[in-house]
């Protein structure tokens, strides 16, 4: 049981650390965000795919590490949280403290994570907002010569015709 303990120990600060690889890529992530850095956006996100194809890895030893578990403490693995494996772990502390400090650490790591996404995904729609904005301002800087006649003769039918060229006394 302590070696399953310790495996589940080490793939937890496996994850954490792969999670602090994807939070250092999200900090990246809202420099070229906010820098309008395409490119580097286009690297970050290759980049962040490896680092979630590595956690998914992780994710699926874990489970597996879990299961095996669930079998010798004769658990039915649907029902079974990192907390009761912790309430089992109380009579050993060295084990329950190590497995607690990684849980704690990765809660901590993906609450980050979260923010960070979190702020990102705001500065992503307040960006494509302004390009929304821009092209728009475009859009009415072709259609102001047309329509921003004001002098005493600005009815003239002969002047009145929309974007695509018809004339209005067709």
């Keep these: 049981m302590a070696s399953l303990i310790d495996t589940l120990i080490d793939v937890l600060g496996q994850e954490d650390a792969e999670y602090k690889k994807l939070l250092e890529l999200s900090?990246?992530?809202?420099?070229?965000?906010?820098?309008?850095?395409?490119?580097?956006?286009?690297?970050?996100?290759?980049?962040?795919?490896?680092?979630?194809?590595?956690?998914?890895?992780?994710?699926?030893?874990?489970?597996?590490?879990?299961?095996?578990?669930?079998?010798?403490?004769?658990?039915?693995?649907?029902?079974?949280?990192?907390?009761?494996?912790?309430?089992?772990?109380?009579?050993?502390?060295?084990?329950?403290?190590?497995?607690?400090?990684?849980?704690?650490?990765?809660?901590?790591?993906?609450?980050?994570?979260?923010?960070?996404?979190?702020n990102n995904k705001l500065l992503t729609k307040e960006s494509l907002d302004m390009v929304e904005f821009e092209l728009n301002i475009a859009k009415n800087a072709v259609l102001t010569p047309q329509t921003g006649n004001y002098s005493k003769n600005a009815y003239d039918e002969e002047r009145i015709q929309t974007v695509s060229g018809f004339d209005a006394r067709q």
């Design 27 to 118: 900090n990246n992530k809202t420099k070229a965000i906010v820098g309008a850095d395409i490119e580097r956006l286009q690297d970050i996100l290759v980049q962040e795919q490896a680092r979630i194809d590595a956690i998914n890895k992780l994710e699926q030893q874990r489970m597996e590490n879990v299961d095996d578990i669930c079998n010798v403490l004769n658990l039915r693995r649907t029902d079974i949280k990192l907390e009761d494996i912790l309430e089992v772990l109380k009579k050993q502390p060295k084990e329950h403290d190590a497995l607690a400090a990684v849980n704690a650490q990765l809660k901590k790591t993906l609450n980050e994570l979260m923010k960070i996404n979190e």
